[in-house]
């Protein structure tokens, strides 16, 4: 592969905890209780925004989303980095691909602001040729022309591209862009195993990730 592009939230980076505790402390502003993390994880994976909005829904909220959403993201900026970190390997196989010369990009649907600060907290950001967020481009994951977009911004075929997920979300991007659908086991995915995606290839670590392309490329 020549690309790889790759998902944030649960697979580069374990942030549930400090999502849920910037949504938390944002609807406690609010009067309304607090949540448990593990619902709040089943709720990651189409944008703080749409978080937010589900969020709301469920508790039967009269606060309008558009009031809370600006709360959450105060709140997200400070925990950002607090209560999350890295899933292992993931700096030394973004850098072992680099090194490779495969071209990297950070396909999203966290708003592209959120997704910056994250990447640059935890020292990832330089790694990534493009990052994309949810709300980059009109449409988001699993949209074809996210991908369609990321192959055309860095001058590389579809049949080149692999993107890596940890949600039906992600292997429906890939598959619908006609790029190469590939997942890890540790992320959201609404608490549903990756595995009933059918994800075209399945790795337990990130080093795997490496190990397969450079692999591929006889490195």
Known sequence: MALVSFDLDGTLVDTAGEIAEAANRAIAEFGLPRQPVAELTLLIGHGAHALMRQL????????????????????????????????????EMLQRLR?????????TNKEGRLAQQLLRHHGLAEAFDLVV????????????????????????????????GDSATDVLAARNAGAAAWAVP?????????????????????????????GEAGA
């Not at 925990?79 to 993931?90: A, D, F, K, R, V």
């Not at 609404?190 to 337990?204: K, N, S, V």
């Open 56 to 91: 709301l829904a469920r508790l039967g909220a009269a606060v309008d989303a558009d009031t809370v959403i600006p709360r959450f993201e105060h709140h997200y900026l400070e925990t950002t980095g607090t209560l999350g970190l890295p899933y292992p390997g993931c700096a």
């Open 133 to 164: 967020g949810g709300d980059t481009l009109p449409q988001k994951k699993p949209h074809p022309s996210v991908l369609q977009h990321v192959a055309a911004e860095l001058g590389v075929p579809l049949v080149q591209l692999a993107h890596v």
């Open 99 to 107: 090194t490779a010369g495969v071209r990297l990009a950070c396909v």
């Open 186 to 214: 540790w992320g959201y995915n609404g608490g549903q195993p990756i595995e009933t995606a059918a994800p075209d290839r399945l790795f337990h670590s990130l080093p795997a990730v490496a190990d397969h392309v450079l």
